[in-house]
Each structure stands twice: as structure tokens, then as C-alpha cells.
């Protein structure tokens, strides 16, 4: 059964870091993009950033260009989101998905 577990979110300050992981299990993904997502409060779902299956092509929506970056361990079987210079409106549960599968997220806030 796959299952993809996200971890790392939490309570960070304007400004600050945070690295969101996300373990893949059930199958290997090494071939396959993988993407993060998020979801804040009453909005709808949007995409954040994604990367091929070898690593060699990223992609990142504009709000969050040159602040976010995405890589991965395919030993591990795992993608990151190294997020820096957050700010309140990044505040949201941050999603993983590789092709039809998706974690259950991990809640980010960001104070002012």
C-alpha cells in the first residue's frame, strides 16, 4: 500500500525556516515527479513546487521563487521543502503528491 507521510511543518516567525520532508512508502518513486502543494485557510488547493524524477527540472509557483527549494533522495525514497524568508501568507497545510497519491499534509505558520 502506498503512503506518502509528510513531517516538518510547525510554528515559525516572519523571516524564519523550515525544511518539510515527505517519506514515500509501498513503491519507488525514483522515476516519477514529485510535487508539493498547499492548502490555506478557505482557499483552494495550489501548487508550490515539483521536480523530476531525477532532479533535473524543478518548477516553483511565483510567490514562492527564490524563497523555496525543492529536492529529493530517491535512495530514501523521499522529497524536501527547504522553505526560507517565510511569511504569514505562507501559512497553510502543505501537501505531498506523486502521480495519483497524496500525503495528508503538514501544517505550516508563519507568525507576524
Known amino acids: 500500500q502506498v503512503q506518502l507521510v509528510e513531517s516538518g511543518g510547525g510554528l515559525v516567525q516572519t523571516g524564519g525556516s523550515l525544511r518539510l520532508s515527505c517519506a514515500a512508502s509501498g513503491r519507488t518513486f525514483s522515476a516519477y515527479t514529485m510535487a508539493w502543494f498547499r492548502q490555506a485557510p478557505g482557499k483552494e488547493r495550489e501548487f508550490v513546487a515539483s521536480?523530476?524524477?531525477?532532479?533535473?527540472?524543478?518548477n516553483y509557483a511565483d510567490s514562492v521563487k527564490g524563497r523555496f527549494t525543492i529536492y529529493r533522495d530517491n535512495a530514501q525514497n523521499t522529497v524536501y521543502l527547504q522553505m526560507s524568508s517565510l511569511k504569514p501568507e505562507d501559512t497553510a497545510v502543505y501537501y505531498c503528491k506523486v502521480r495519483i497519491y497524496w500525503g495528508k499534509g503538514t501544517l505550516v505558520t508563519v507568525s507576524s
Open positions: 521536480i523530476t524524477g531525477g532532479g533535473g527540472t524543478t
